[in-house]
């Protein structure tokens, strides 16, 4: 009683390719087509785009929030025991104080050198290979690696000599102040 599937529809397989033919309708059997794979491409880019700044935010809160556990845990059982604490620093409820990523003093003429050269090669590349057509828009990298040197010799070298005097003198321990 049971009728074969290709009686009862109109299903043609062309021999030697992928794709079926289904009620005049053709499919191919691929795992994704170019055009679903272009759709991805910005769908991915997008989600990453936002999910990933949401995870560091995320990961940053739940650090944040097992240190002060940790540190309430810590100072409840000294208080159980009797031994009394020294007060939490003011550095501890800083959320943009980040002891271990001070600035370079000579950071900014680094960054310029990087714009700079990186956008000069770019306008050779370009200029060599699509005959100048596209070499103009090398000089966005060579306008802000400029812009870089240009800082750094007008004000960044003052602010590097006075970090790197800060450092010296908080070495030698004559500085009290706050690096925040």
């Known amino acids: ?26 499919q191919d059997n691929k795992f994704m087509d170019k055009n679903a794979l ?9 989600a990453m785009g936002c999910g990933i700044p949401l995870l560091a935010i995320y990961l940053d809160y739940r650090k944040r929030r097992d240190m002060f556990a940790l540190y309430h845990q810590e ?12 007060p939490l620093p003011e550095e501890f409820f800083k959320e943009n104080c980040k002891q ?26 370009l200029y060599f290979n699509d005959k100048g057509t596209a070499a103009w828009y090398a000089l966005i990298p060579v306008a802000i690696g400029l812009h870089y040197l240009i800082y750094y010799y007008a004000v960044g070298k003052k602010e590097a000599l006075a970090i790197e005097a800060d450092r010296k003198d908080k070495a030698s321990g004559g500085g009290m102040g706050s690096s925040c």
């Open 38 to 46: 272009a759709l991805l491409i910005p769908i991915i880019s997008i």
């Open 1 to 26: 009683m049971a009728k074969n599937l290709e009686t009862i529809l109109p299903v043609a397989k062309s021999e030697g390719s992928n794709s079926v033919e289904w009620f005049g309708a053709q």
């Open 75 to 86: 100072r409840m059982a000294a208080i159980e025991k009797g031994i009394e604490l020294p």
């Open 100 to 125: 271990g990523r001070q600035r370079a003093p000579h950071s900014g003429f680094g960054r310029g050198l990087f714009w700079l050269l990186g956008g000069l090669a770019l306008l050779a590349a």
